[in-house]
């Protein structure tokens, strides 16, 4: 089974930059697609990044040029590099991994960003 431990959420000012970390540990034989969602208040839960296990990458069009997701050569542990940042951008972040054997859909525990000045 396996844990998402999600880490570098914060209040940041408007242009400002965060880095989103979310590590996998467990048992599992290997992770597939990782990726971001956030969720925002009163909006709707978006998918924000991916990135598969040979670094194809996809992203939202409202963070496009903006954010990078990025993970170790491991594949284990999955980044959310996020620049430029906007207010509409205040949301929690959540971190989730396709599991093979099992197979599953883990989910991090959210992390706040809040982009205020």
Request: include cysteine.
């Amino acid at each position: 089974q396996v844990h998402l431990v999600e880490s570098g959420g914060g209040l940041v000012q408007p242009g400002g930059s965060l880095r989103l970390s979310c590590a996998a540990s467990g048992s599992f034989v290997s992770i597939g697609t990782m990726g971001w969602f956030r969720q925002a208040p009163e909006k709707p839960r978006e998918l924000v990044a991916t990135i598969t296990t040979v670094d194809t990458t996809n992203y939202a069009s409202s963070v496009k040029g903006r954010f990078i997701i990025s993970r170790d050569s491991g594949k284990n542990t999955v980044y959310l590099e996020m620049n430029s940042l906007k207010p509409e951008d205040t949301a929690v972040y959540y971190c989730y991994a396709e599991v093979r054997v099992p197979n599953y859909t883990a989910w991090g525990q959210g992390t706040q960003v809040s982009v205020s000045s």
